[in-house]
């Protein structure tokens, strides 16, 4: 049953049941609508507590409906129905009371909530604003300025919290329905107040609102919600309130069948996915309580910075006491850094240190539950370390490579229970990055997966679970990325042009900045790796910039000039040279910003198909959440699946044969054929 009723007394306590998180579907709006009138209808009843079975009160509107027609009754006249309901309604919140929940909860007379709750509006993550009131309650409750911060943001606050900013009435210790029923009996002794559509608003001056509006379309940037949600407010602050309803649900409908809103549900529902490869349903992942890093370079920092923001302690393993230093350096600049930005404060920076020994002694690694190596790109070098922990820790300690590029299998070999071993790839700066590529081996055991989605879950990541091929799923479509650059390059293209239709698309860098950035040098390593394995990458211009050593901008130069100490990309003659020369015979046309963009993300996409179609990844989600979370792919554009999808597969295929006739890209393979007849990547792999 989704709602039931039970009566304590005159206190009715009508308890919502709709696993997993209590969403409101149709049939719980409906079960609360009718459990309003029945409740109205009965004498004996004085207060009504609405709380929630399960792991949280009401998580919000039902996201899964959000792609069809809405269907009555709608959550707004929900809200006004428990809003203007004979009897006060008490909502007792635990776990989370999340957008359309938070609304009903803003439609009840009070809000009381045990300590460890949280309550907020996070429609703008999902590309919307608040459909069912929130923008026109919430500020009549807690004030303009919290309204802003907390529809623009979607940031939830924990219960302490929005008991300081008047969100809810009072914090439960202890059993919640009782305390809530006690809350309610005490309440009915006292005058009611005013419910929040008869209570005012202070509406600010136009200063407040002129630099509101520029911080948020400076957080949101090309984001939509945010501002609208912004708008709402100021609506609901300047008119009545019906006319604020009003306009927050037109805005609400109009963004909801959005382009961007697609993009971001396919995102929610991509990052839950992810968390679960079918094959570890019901499998118990092993206890991580101690943690080693064998390496203190940028990425071995990184990783063990990682594991301290989430309270595991860290033995960091360096070849000499000076390197052993070195790491630790690495690692403390991390940590004061994030202090310097107010991101934890002096004393959290330093507890954070302490959680960590540095050490060149491998005895340390006896006891430890999990070894991560993220030591220098070179099979040998990998295998020795390896070798070294398979010889000195437990049995049952789970150990992992970082390595990017090289085959895990091939690391693994000839160590002892390699059932234990798996590739847990992280991305730089790896304490930042949300993307974790878990890479099984042949003998990985469950188990041991498990626990690396479990690690994943602990670090805040997010976890795809990636097969074993060159550069797994996020850098092998790189190296796709790069090659269409180029391919820009040879047929009229220039790396300014380039680069910036890629930042119009939404990335933060266009892949000639990125280059320069990360430097160009680890890339031509690997290039070398292929071709000694008899591959063929493609990177001509890269090539010849390699060879003169411009790196990027640690070298002073790379796809652009850099004065001294200067970021800035300037054009580069030279470059420019070894262009024309390389383009020379090549067939020139005219790109625009679109056309360029399409140059390179169809291929990707393509890419990802064959990603898929060798199984190495499970999902196309997968592979947008990899490019999202893993290479700065913009949020809202729902990952270069999702893109492709949302563009029409038909249109990418055509796009692909013709840049393919023209020598510019490959053309479609098998999957995508069959996806574009399909209409959609689901259901689609190997
Ligand atoms: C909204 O309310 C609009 C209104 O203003 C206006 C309407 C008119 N719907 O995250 P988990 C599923 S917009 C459907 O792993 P946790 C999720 O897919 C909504 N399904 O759990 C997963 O399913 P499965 C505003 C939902 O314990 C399962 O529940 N609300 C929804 O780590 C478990 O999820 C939000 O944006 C949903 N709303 O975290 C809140 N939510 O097992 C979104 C979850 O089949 N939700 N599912 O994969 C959350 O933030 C987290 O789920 C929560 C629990 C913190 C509640």
Redesign the pocket.
Known sequence: MTVSIEQQGEIAVVTVDNP??N??SQALRQGLLDAAERLDADPSVKAVVLACAG??FI??????EFGKP?QPP???DLVARVERAAKPWVAAIH??A????F?VALGCRFRVAVPSANVG???V??G?????G?TVRLPRLAGVETAVDMVTTGAPLGALKAREAGLIDAVIDGDLIAGAVQFSRKALGRPLPDSLRDRPVAAPAEPFWEATEKTVAARAKREEAPMKALACVRRAAETDFETAIAFERET?LALRGSPQAAALRHV??AE??A??PPELAGVQPRAIKSTAVIGGGTMGAGIAAALRDAGLPVVLIERDDAQVERGLANLRSIFDGAAKRGRISAVVAAERMAGVTGTADYAALADVDLVIEAVFEDLDVKRDVVGRLSAVCRDDAVLATNTSYLDPERIAEGIGNPGRFLGLHFFSPAHVMKLLEIVPTQATTPEVLATGFALARTLNKVPVRAGISDGFIGNRILKVTRAQAERLLLSGGTPTAVDAAMRAFGLPMGPFEAQDLGGLDIAAFQRKAARARGDTPFAPIADRLCAIERFGQKSGGGWYDYEPGERTPRPSETVAAIIAEEAAGFPHRDWDESSIAECILWPMANEGARILGDGTALRASDIDLVKIHGYGFPLWRGGPMHYAEASGLDKVVDALRALATAGLADPPCELLLEAARRGSFSGVFR
């Open positions: 997993p998180v969403a409101l792991r949280t998580a919000g509107a039902d996201v899964g809405p709608h959550l707004p776990g989370s999340l957008g359309g929940g609304e509006l996070p429609e993550r999902l919307i604003v608040p459909g069912a929130g609400f929610f529902f839950r996915a968390t679960r």
